[in-house]
């Protein structure tokens, strides 16, 4: 809980720009757990850049909050419904195939 209330206040002292970037450092941070667990196999850093170039800012900031708290099951709907998304099917396709075979 304490985490969580720092991290709020660290966003609320920063420009627009400089909350974006820290919730989506803080968004991939969630993200590489989630891929790693639920995706074995898939390239992990490739996988992670599609899903978060593919996650709108609402999700962002969600997936940034379960950084806080760790990943749950909201966390991973809420990767799960980016990963479905069809620019993020052909990120992965484009990104994260290449990755496979290297």
Do not use: H, W
Request: glycine share 2%; hydrophobic share 45%.
């Amino acid at each position: 809980m304490r985490k969580a209330l720092l991290l709020t206040l660290l966003l609320a002292a920063c420009s627009q720009e400089s909350q974006d970037q820290i919730a989506r450092e803080a968004a991939r941070s969630t993200v590489s757990k989630v891929v790693a667990e639920r995706f074995p196999g898939v390239p992990v850093q490739p996988a992670i850049d599609c899903v978060i170039d593919n996650a709108s800012s609402t999700q962002i900031y969600a997936l940034a909050a379960d950084s806080i708290t760790g990943p749950t099951e909201s966390t991973v709907q809420i990767v799960s419904e980016i990963v479905s998304k069809p620019e993020t099917l052909t990120c992965l396709a484009a990104e994260g195939l290449p990755a496979l075979i290297r």
